[in-house]
T-cell receptor, first 113, second 114 residues
């Protein structure tokens, strides 16, 4: 079962615009991660934000975390056609002493040149 | 390149058959995860190994099994295959199994059951 759920399911924008994706989750977390997946390829880690952090930046990426609302957002500024991909949030779900990144269904982002 | 190697990239087989998917983790990573990705179920966690031992189990069917060998490579065995097992199977690795570990994913094995 999914722990995190991304919203919207699909997003279509023009190059140069900003893209915002949201993630909601159900239970308390240690951290939340964002991953990117190009069509048919493996996921690539983008950024990790810990539960005691509220905002984190990495290049054109900005991630926020609101643990009171159990939600996170990923902002991609000045988008490029190469940003076209699916974006997933993952929260760590405790499982038998281990912590398993559990993924949502993803947001499909299309950036038109 | 993530450093995680999965073979084969594509696999086409028939219902009732058995297949083995192979994964070599990133150098130095002790923990291996298997995920199944399908359009209707999304990315589902199957099983995790750490240093040769099973660490956590997710939505893995009884027809599926896995193991991690002393050299840390892992294999996922799928038997009595059904049409619904058609999916993209990913292996991922991390240095440790704890929280705050980011995963490095392989390119996946696309399994088609006909």
């Amino acid at each position: 079962s999914q722990q995190g759920e991304e919203d919207p399911q699909a997003l279509s924008i023009q190059e140069g615009e900003n893209a915002t994706m949201n993630c909601s989750y159900k239970t308390s977390i240690n951290n939340l991660q964002w991953y990117r997946q190009n069509s048919g390829r493996g996921l690539v880690h983008l950024i990790l934000i810990r539960s005691n952090e509220r905002e984190k930046h990495s290049g054109r990426l900005r991630v926020t975390l609101d643990t009171s609302k159990k939600s996170s957002s990923l902002l991609i500024t000045a988008s490029r056609a190469a940003d076209t991909a699916s974006y997933f949030c993952a929260t760590d779900a405790p499982s038998g002493g281990s912590y398993i990144p559990t993924f949502g269904r993803g947001t499909s982002l299309i950036v038109h040149p | 390149d993530s450093g995680v190697t999965q073979t084969p990239k594509h696999l086409i087989t028939a219902t009732g058959q058995r297949v083995t998917l192979r994964c070599s983790p990133r150098s130095g990573d002790l923990s291996v995860y298997w995920y199944q990705q399908s359009l209707d179920q999304g990315l589902q966690f199957l099983i995790q190994y750490y240093n040769g031992e099973e660490r956590a189990k997710g939505n893995i069917l009884e027809r599926f099994s896995a193991q991690q060998f002393p050299d840390l490579h892992s294999e996922l065995n799928l038997s009595s295959l059904e049409l619904g097992d058609s999916a993209l199977y990913f292996c991922a690795s991390s240095p440790q199994p704890g929280p705050n570990e980011k995963l490095f994913f392989g390119s996946g094995t696309q399994l088609s059951v006909l």
